[in-house]
Nanobody
Framework: QVQLVESGGGLVQPGGSLRLSCVASGSISSIVAMGWYRQAPGKQRELVAT???????RYADSVKGRFTISRDTAANTGYLQMNSVKPEDTAVYYCTALSLSKAYWGQGTQVTVSS
């Protein structure tokens, strides 16, 4: 089992920055990739970014050039750096960790972009 705890969400003004963190614990060695998804009110959960254990990254078109996913293996932590945020980035952001057989999810952290 893998447990994930997100932090770093909050209220940010349009054009501002925010960094989300996701600390993993448990069966860390089974993780092959980590990622971030988001879900806005009334919408389906969507992929934001993923990173593999070989540091291959993938981004949704809507965040390319603005968001950066990274990881610190020594700290068992994944990050999502969010720059130049827009009101449409408002959502609950979920961290996910993938093993070969299962996906694990955190509880989510709210990000609100508003002036």
């Amino acid at each position: 089992q893998v447990q994930l705890v997100e932090s770093g969400g909050g209220l940010v003004q349009p054009g501002g920055s925010l960094r989300l963190s996701c600390v993993a614990s448990g069966s860390i060695s089974s993780i092959v990739a980590m990622g971030w998804y988001r879900q806005a009110p009334g919408k389906q959960r969507e992929l934001v970014a993923t990173i593999t254990n070989t540091d291959y990254t993938r981004y949704a078109d809507s965040v390319k050039g603005r968001f950066t996913i990274s990881r610190d293996t020594a700290a068992n932590t994944g990050y999502l750096q969010m720059n130049s945020v827009k009101p449409e980035d408002t959502a609950v952001y979920y961290c996910t960790a993938l093993s070969l057989s299962k996906a694990y999810w955190g509880q989510g952290t709210q990000v609100t972009v508003s002036s």
